[in-house]
């Protein structure tokens, strides 16, 4: 099963990048299921119904989010419907929609895992108990986690954790795509983050004057995520029968 996933979306030029690449990314490479990461979709921070469809209409087979999960209102009831999108695993016993899922894939179960570190992020579920019960519970021939977290310790630790446990854990939330992408050594493939989709000429996909000015002042700025201009997309291929990942970083 060959897997590919993209990595976290952020606003409009973000889904653009999706439009106007994954078509082709697919083809290249052979994708027999995409895997898109949507958290920052809608204007830099959540995902609506729209945007959810936006990405789905351009290519992508299945979004996982993460701490901005419910940042838009819309979200509580669009995850209590059928849709092809999971939230953090550990998020507390109630939350609207599911922290994972098994999809049917040529007749093999794929089985989706959304976790959300605790490090520096809301001191939700413990992730490493709620993976575990997760496992425990589903019967699958491949499983795929999304780790999303703010620290390479928590995310290292994650994977050794589940190093042939799962088939892939690969890490979102901080936009920067790392340099480590690798098998581990009961046969996990691994990466500690993908790396972001949007504004390439910016700050983690956000125009960067404002950044910049808070770090030089202390006060707050609001973020603005441009609707215009040149773009990254970020992801991995993940290879599960040959047990590889690799990374790619497409620059517009």
Not at 102 to 113: D, E, P, W
Request: proline letters at 4%.
């Amino acid at each position: 099963m060959r897997i590919l996933f993209i990595g976290d979306v952020v606003g409009k030029i973000g889904r653009r990048m999706i439009k106007n690449y994954l078509p082709a990314l697919k083809r290249e490479h052979g994708a027999h299921f995409t895997i898109v990461n949507g958290e920052n979709a809608a204007h830099g921070k959540g995902i609506t119904e729209s945007t959810y469809k936006e990405i789905l209409n351009g290519g992508a087979d299945f979004i996982t989010l993460g701490n901005h999960a419910f940042a838009k209102r819309e979200v509580y009831e669009l995850l209590e419907k059928d849709v092809k999108m999971v939230r953090p695993a550990n998020f507390p016993e109630g939350t609207p929609g599911d922290g994972s899922r098994v999809v049917n894939i040529n007749g093999k179960k794929l089985l989706i895992v959304n976790l959300q570190a605790r490090s520096f992020l809301e001191p939700i579920e413990n992730p490493f108990k709620v993976i575990d019960k997760i496992l425990e519970e589903n019967e699958y021939d491949a499983a795929f986690v999304d780790f999303h977290s703010e620290t390479t310790s928590e995310s290292i630790a994650m994977g050794y954790h589940l190093d042939g446990r799962v088939n892939a854990v690969v890490g979102t939330h901080t936009h920067v795509q790392t340099n480590d992408a690798t098998r581990l050594p009961n046969g996990t493939v691994y990466i500690t983050d993908v790396g972001m989709t949007g504004f390439k000429d910016g700050i983690l996909g956000i125009r960067k004057d404002e950044v910049i000015r808070r770090f030089i002042t202390n006060l707050p700025e609001r973020h603005v995520v441009p609707d215009e201009g040149k773009g990254v997309i970020s992801g991995v291929i993940i290879d599960t029968d040959s047990k590889t990942i690799k990374n790619f970083k497409i620059e517009e």
